[in-house]
C-alpha cells in the first residue's frame, strides 16, 4: 500500500526557534496533501491544504505566517513552524491524497511530536 | 458544511464481547465516510471505507461498518472484541474527491480482559 513518510518523529526545540517537518510520499505522487494538527486526546483539525507548484490554503483561524508550508515537488510538503512557542507543541499529522487514484484515498503520515521549551 | 459527531467519548466493552463505536455525519452530498485508528503518540491506521456500493463494508482486523442513508450513519463494530483493540477511534467524512477529511472528536474504546 502507499506510504507516508513524515520526518522527524519528534522535535524538542527553544522557544523563538523554527523547525521544519517534512512530509514525503514515497511510492505515489501526490499533488495535495494536508496538514493537521492534534492536541492530547483530541481530534485532529485540519490546519491547511497543500497543493504541489502553489500556495498553501489556510484555514481560519491559522497563521499562514507562522505555520509556513512549502509543496514543492510531487512527493514532498514541508511544514515549518516559525518562531515557536510552548503553545505550539502539538503533534502534527500530514496526509496525502494519491492523485492516480483519483485522490479518494487519503494516506497518512506517522505524525510528529513537537515540544517547545 | 461537513461534520462529523461522535457522540462517546468512551466505549468499554468485556474481551470477547460484541462492540460499536457510534458516528453520524453531516454532508451536503454524497458521503465519503472512514473509519482510522490511533495508537498513542502514532498517526493514523486505516481501517475501511465506504465510498459506494455495499452498505456493509469490511475492514482490517475483523472490523466492519454499516452505512445507513436515512439515519446518516456509519458505525463501527466488531463481533467480538479483543484487548489489543484498546485505542482512539475516528469516524471521518469527505463530500467529494480531492478535498481533506474531516474528523470526529474520536472515541477510545476500551477492552478489558
Not at chain 2, 461537513?2 to 451536503?28: F, H, I, M, R, W
Not at chain 2, 472490523?63 to 442513508?69: L, P, R, T, V
Request: aromatic share 12%; with cysteine.
Amino acid at each position: 500500500g502507499a506510504v507516508v513518510s513524515q520526518h522527524p518523529s519528534w522535535v524538542i526545540c527553544k522557544s523563538g526557534t523554527s523547525v521544519k517537518i517534512e512530509c514525503r510520499s514515497l511510492d505515489f505522487q501526490a499533488t495535495t496533501m494536508f496538514w493537521y494538527r492534534q492536541f492530547p486526546k483530541q481530534s485532529l483539525m485540519l490546519m491547511a491544504t497543500s497543493n504541489e507548484g502553489s500556495k498553501a490554503t489556510y484555514e481560519q483561524g491559522v497563521e499562514k505566517d507562522k505555520f509556513l508550508i512549502n509543496h514543492a515537488s510531487l512527493t514532498l510538503s514541508t511544514l515549518t513552524v516559525t518562531s515557536a512557542h510552548p503553545e505550539d507543541s502539538s503533534f502534527y499529522i500530514c496526509s496525502a491524497l494519491d492523485s492516480l487514484k483519483g485522490n479518494t484515498e487519503a494516506f497518512f503520515g506517522q505524525g510528529t511530536r513537537l515540544t517547545v521549551v | 458544511a461537513q461534520s462529523v459527531a461522535q457522540p462517546e467519548d468512551q466505549v468499554n466493552v468485556a474481551e470477547g464481547n460484541p462492540l460499536t463505536v457510534k458516528c453520524t455525519y453531516s454532508v451536503s452530498g454524497n458521503p465519503y465516510l472512514f473509519w482510522y485508528v490511533q495508537y498513542p503518540n502514532r498517526g493514523l491506521q486505516f481501517l475501511l471505507k465506504y465510498i459506494t456500493g455495499d452498505n456493509l463494508v469490511k475492514g482490517s482486523y475483523g472490523f466492519e461498518a454499516e452505512f445507513n442513508k436515512s439515519q446518516t450513519s456509519f458505525h463501527l463494530k466488531k463481533p467480538s472484541a479483543l484487548v489489543s483493540d484498546s485505542a482512539l477511534y475516528f469516524c471521518a467524512v469527505r463530500d467529494q474527491a480531492g478535498t481533506a477529511l474531516i474528523f470526529g472528536k474520536g472515541t477510545t474504546l476500551s477492552v478489558s480482559s
